[in-house]
């Protein structure tokens, strides 16, 4: 049987619209489209965040996502998924990340969103450096990868 479902992992400096992402996804079986867009905030406890740095090792940070929406395939009915990523800088108010997800219904594409999303910040090897303002003591941090709880 040949399967009707696209992916679209795509690693990027340009920056990332929440509604070109999403677009991709977009089918007319589909009841839902899920998405999440990460973007920089401004504060991390008491300093003050100019931007935020990405940068990953692309093939294998773009293998590391396929095989996450291959495995959000077995969980969820889910139908098209797009994960865009960006690397270099991301200023504050930027946007970082766009998950999107097509499916029948909106339970299965919004529990595939969040567990990806989870997944990629553990899992996929895109490292990310805060960059603090001055005014709050400057310097910059490289921040480990999350962990579930």
Wanted: net charge negative; proline share 4%.
């Amino acid at each position: 049987m040949t399967s009707n479902h696209k992916d679209f992992v795509c690693i990027t400096s340009d920056p990332i619209r929440l509604e070109a992402v999403a677009n991709l996804v977009h089918d007319p079986k589909a009841g839902a489209v899920s998405t999440f867009s990460g973007t920089t905030r401004d504060n991390f406890e008491d300093k003050v965040v100019k931007t935020l740095a990405y940068e990953a090792y692309i093939p294998m940070a773009e293998k590391s996502i396929q095989g996450l929406i291959d495995e959000a395939r077995v969980k969820f009915d889910i139908m098209h998924v797009a994960i865009y990523h960006k690397i270099g800088d991301c200023p504050v108010g930027d946007t970082s990340v766009v998950i999107a997800v097509s499916s029948a219904h909106r339970r299965s594409g919004l529990e595939a969103v969040s567990w990806l999303i989870d997944e990629l910040k553990v899992k996929v090897p895109i490292w990310k450096k805060e960059v603090y303002s001055e005014n709050t003591g400057g310097g910059a941090t490289w921040k480990a990868n999350s962990t579930l709880p």
